[in-house]
């Protein structure tokens, strides 16, 4: 495996992050650039590079994934005016960081197709 991570330097806490959630599986923070009132990360602790790179080992991460996405989005109270997530994969998705991430985006009306 390359070099680590910046999300896995988060979650071993060398560098420091706006937690929201936490658990065994995952880590789930405020993006340092964020492109919508609320813009939060959810990330897997297990280092998998794309979503594309999942294996069917992968499948109950990726549930919880789902569910937890659903929990911070009523944790965080913006759940019922509704949000987007996202995953950027790869070069022509607008992947910057080679460690799988939810981005979860919410509290403003996002336009449709994306840029
Ligand atoms: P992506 O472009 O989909 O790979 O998303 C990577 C995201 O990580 C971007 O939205 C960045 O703003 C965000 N990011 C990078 N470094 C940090 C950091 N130290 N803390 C929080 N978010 C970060």
Redesign the pocket.
Known sequence: MSEKS??E??IERE????LVYEDEHCIA???????APV?I?LVPKKRINRIEKATAEDQTLLGHLMLKVGEIARQEQFAERGFRT???NGEN??????HL?I?ILAERKLQWPPG
Do not use: A, K, W, Y
């Open positions: 910046i999300f330097r988060i560098i420091p992050c706006s923070f405020h993006d340092i650039e964020p492109q813009h990360l996202v995953i950027n998705g607008g992947e910057t960081v080679p991430h981005h």
